[in-house]
């Protein structure tokens, strides 16, 4: 397989992730990403493109967002305002269009990787209106009669906290992974990514009293990969006694961020 993603020395993927990824990249299809928050979706994106030496383009998804806004805008204002004041070519409406994440990812000479970040955040119709996008790789510029045309599909990846359902025509357009938290075997290797001189009896105790406080049932946010590493991290900066952090949790509020759920932590931990 000429483009074949491995977990990089940033990034650990598991056997089942690195599979996902690779058949979608043989198969020319958008790899459709769930997973609670903090398991690493986006810094997949990042993984993918730097393991396969390719540029990252990054569509950030918002409520507002539209399916026509990766594609490309027409700035009337800027071309309203040149012809008040003279500017020259402002006949030439191409001058105006500009080209949005889709767009720009088709343009590019190289393949890239595409990155549609949280599309759950669009309202419901934002998938099935990128539909004809994704299947054909080209749109058409009304404004200046010209189809843009993907030079290189792109590896797409799609991430999704799952706080909608998408639509099934999407769905069936897609590769589909479920990123499972990680077990605590996984989780030591992502953790030694990022600190590989870990003293192992810190992440020891930081480890079990983790995976203790997202056991609890009462908890309304679980804490992420993303914030066991940073705890990791203070505790390492402040030369914290790893025999203490069971008793005194310090530093706490980096992996516990509201307040009932800091109270139910301190009474089920202690």
Known sequence: MENNFQSTTDYVAS????????VAIALQKPLLIKGEPGTGKTMLARAVANSLGKKLIIW?????????????????IQRLYDGQFGEEGVDDIARYIKLG???EAFEEDDQVVLLIDEIDKADLEFPNDLLWELDQMEFYIHETKRTVKAKHRPIVIITSNAEKELPDAFLRRCIFHYIEFPDKDLMEEIVKTHYPDVEENL???????????RSIRD?????STSELIDWINALQLNGIDPDTIKKALPFVGVVVKKDEDLETVKHYVH
Do not use: C, H, W
């Open 101 to 103: 994440k889709l767009g």
């Open 219 to 223: 908890i309304r946010k679980k804490p």
């Open 203 to 213: 992440l020891k105790n930081v480890m079990e009293v983790f995976y203790e406080i």
């Open 15 to 22: 056997d089942e992730l690195l599979a996902s990824v690779n």
């Open 60 to 76: 950030n998804i918002k409520s507002t967002t539209k399916a026509q806004d990766g594609l490309y805008m027409y700035d009337t």
